[in-house]
């Protein structure tokens, strides 16, 4: 067990409605960061946040959005559901020591867009 | 050019077997590298993190490095059932991103 824990764990959605994602993070990691993961490939970085604040982005559109609480737990907000955005969404919370940074993933949450 | 590249599986090995793991990398800043391990349906479990050039134990597992070859393995030694996974190369070259290969399914045969 990582500490990393998502909800819903499985989700079935309509093309063209609204999803929101959540995660909490492991105690003490301040740094949350989000991955999309299609069948048989790796996972891909979506953006994370640090301090309630998104410091870095992938190559997602912007109707992938995110947020971050002071208690350092995120939500993921997906508009306009599209049928390839059907993937199993990753959230990984981040630990630092000195230069050295490990990431934990939560159980995921599977969406199903039909 | 794919950031992370892994050889392509499946890889299928005897129980006992070693499993050999291969992954490069394309950009030469990367200084964090990671195997984590993906059981069909769940998600990744961290089970290594190396950052210098050179082997680093654990366990069964051992990690190999080479940054001037761009190039990060993993050796599975004594390989069980219970080995049995997706196993996915992740570097981290900024700050932030985690780049992630497709993976490689490994198959160790009873």
């Known amino acids: 067990e990582t500490g990393v824990t998502q909800s819903p764990t499985h989700l079935i959605k309509t093309r063209g409605q609204q999803v929101t994602l959540r995660c909490s993070s492991q105690?003490?990691?301040?740094?949350v960061s989000w991955y999309q993961q299609a069948l048989g490939q790796g996972p891909q970085f979506i953006f994370q946040?640090?301090?309630?604040?998104?410091?870095g982005r992938g190559n997602f559109p912007p109707r992938f959005s995110g947020l971050q609480f002071p208690n350092y737990s995120s939500e993921l907000n997906v508009n306009a559901l599209e049928l390839d955005d059907s993937a199993l969404y990753l959230c990984?919370?981040?630990?630092?020591?000195?230069?050295?940074?490990?990431?934990?993933f939560g159980q995921g949450t599977r969406l199903t867009v039909v | 050019q794919k950031e992370v590249e892994q050889n392509s599986g499946p890889l299928s090995v005897p129980e006992g077997a070693i499993a050999s793991l291969n992954c490069t990398y394309s950009d030469r800043g990367s200084q964090s590298f990671f195997w984590y391990r993906q059981y069909s349906g769940k998600s990744p479990e961290l089970i290594m993190s190396?950052?210098?050039?050179g082997d680093k134990e654990d366990g069964r597992f051992t990690a190999q490095l080479n940054k001037a070859s761009q190039y990060v393995s993993l050796l599975i030694r004594d390989s069980q059932p219970s080995d049995s996974a997706t196993y996915l190369c992740?570097?981290?070259?900024?700050?932030?991103?985690?780049?992630f290969g497709a993976g490689t399914t490994v198959t160790v045969r009873a």
């Open positions: 990984a919370s981040s630990k630092t020591t000195g230069d050295r940074t490990e990431a934990f």
């Open positions: 105690s003490g990691h301040n740094t």
């Open positions: 190396i950052y210098s050039n």
């Open positions: 992740a570097v981290r070259s900024n700050d932030y991103k985690l780049s």
């Open positions: 946040y640090y301090r309630e604040e998104e410091n």
